[in-house]
């Protein structure tokens, strides 16, 4: 009888182990889900701020050159003017294309987002669906287990 016992404590010690193990793994996937979802938040964030630096830096550039021909208008010649005016067109296409950029990247980082949404709700999925499977299993052990011990201990006092 003892020894059933022994086998009784035994057999719940690793079930409790197992349980134990299961619940870590869930934790440190969450966590790391969690860190993921982060990053990509941070980087968003970085992209959109290099975008408005850059910006910043045409604007300017821009002013730069107004100065410049302002200058040049008390002082110059036309071609010198024309260079200036040609300058300053070539900035504003540069402005345009900085835009579309931008654009292009928020756009860009939507996409990933959802992405990561999707993925995030498929792990989600994935998980519950393990976990269920897990308790089955659970279950089912406990379930051979007790008959085990059962038939023993038929058998025992038989």
């Known amino acids: 009888m003892i020894l059933i016992e022994e086998k009784k404590r035994k057999i719940m010690m690793m079930m409790m182990m197992m349980m134990m193990m299961m619940m870590m793994m869930m934790m440190m996937m969450m966590m790391m889900m969690m860190m993921m979802m982060m990053m990509m938040i941070m980087m968003m964030l ?3 701020v290099v975008v408005v630096m850059m910006m910043m830096m045409m604007l300017l550039l821009l002013l730069m050159i107004m100065l410049l021909m302002m200058k040049m208008m008390m002082t ?16 504003l296409l540069l ?3 900085m835009m579309m950029m931008m654009k292009m990247m928020m756009m860009m980082m939507m996409m990933m987002l959802m992405m990561m949404m999707m993925m995030m709700m498929m792990m989600m999925m994935m998980m519950m669906m393990m976990m269920m499977m897990m308790m089955m299993m659970m279950m089912m052990m406990m379930m051979m287990m007790m008959m085990m011990m059962m038939t023993m ?5 038989m």
């Open 46 to 48: 970085m992209m959109v």
């Open 76 to 91: 110059t010649t036309t071609t010198t003017m024309m260079m200036m005016l040609l300058l300053l067109l070539l900035l």
């Open 95 to 97: 402005m345009m294309m």
């Open 153 to 157: 201990i038929m058998m025992m006092t």
